[in-house]
């Protein structure tokens, strides 16, 4: 199994930006892509951002430019960082990681519980 927690979220105003952190642990030896989702209120949970374990990156044409996503292997954690932020950003931001099981050659996502990020004046 693999835990996901996340931190970093909380209220900020229209301009300015946060960082978010999500550590892994339990059998982290498996973890390939890791990523970045969010859920407004009363809207489905939509791709933010991913990184795979080489350091290729996926972004979502809605933060492209101001959204940063970053990874450090050796401490299994996965960073996104949000610049410009405006309160269309304001959602539930989830951590993401696609494990894979060598024993049973399958893959499986696992997801964090989630921080609020709220962006109003």
């Known amino acids: 199994q693999v835990q996901l927690v996340e931190s970093g979220g909380g209220l900020v105003q229209p301009g300015g930006s946060l960082r978010l952190s999500c550590a892994a642990s339990?059998?982290?030896?498996?973890?390939?892509?890791m990523g970045w989702y969010r859920q407004a209120p009363g809207k489905e949970r939509e791709l933010v951002a991913t990184?795979?374990?080489?350091?290729?990156?996926n972004y979502a044409d809605s933060i492209k430019g101001r959204f940063a996503i970053s990874r450090d292997n050796a401490k299994n954690t996965v960073y996104l960082q949000m610049n410009s932020l405006n309160p269309e950003d304001t959602a539930v931001y989830y951590c993401?990681?696609?494990?894979?099981?060598?024993?049973?050659?399958?893959?499986?996502?696992?997801w964090g519980q989630g921080t609020q990020v709220t962006v109003s004046a």
């Open positions: 993401n990681a696609d494990v894979f099981w060598p024993l049973t050659w399958t893959s499986s996502p696992y």
């Open positions: 339990g059998s982290t030896f498996g973890i390939n892509a």
């Open positions: 990184i795979s374990r080489g350091g290729s990156t």
